[in-house]
């Protein structure tokens, strides 16, 4: 879900060119042949419909957002978890001296 703020930077709330978004409209070769692919397999799948191939973006969009928000969760509750001393960093192991190599 867009926030207000995302919203106001989208030109009266009309259709926007990839350039506004990206600030470029052309891919590299190789990362072109990626996204035709996956854009295509979206559409054979169905996940996206053949004239709304662009929802595949938003989708990538919305996963990544996410992704970045559970990561972040995480990172925060670990870092909780040490400040309670519940997480204590692992110590280092000592070689038993039947496993060391003698020189």
Known sequence: MPTPEDQAKVPDGS????????????????????????????????DVSRRARWQIIEFWAAQYLQDYETEKKARQVVQEAKAAGLLDEPKPREVPASYRRSR
């Not at 590299?28 to 397999?41: F, G």
């Open 15 to 46: 259709w926007v060119r990839m350039k506004y978004i990206f600030g470029l409209s052309v891919l590299p070769p190789e990362s072109a042949a990626i996204v035709i692919r996956a854009v295509n397999l979206a559409a054979s799948l169905g």
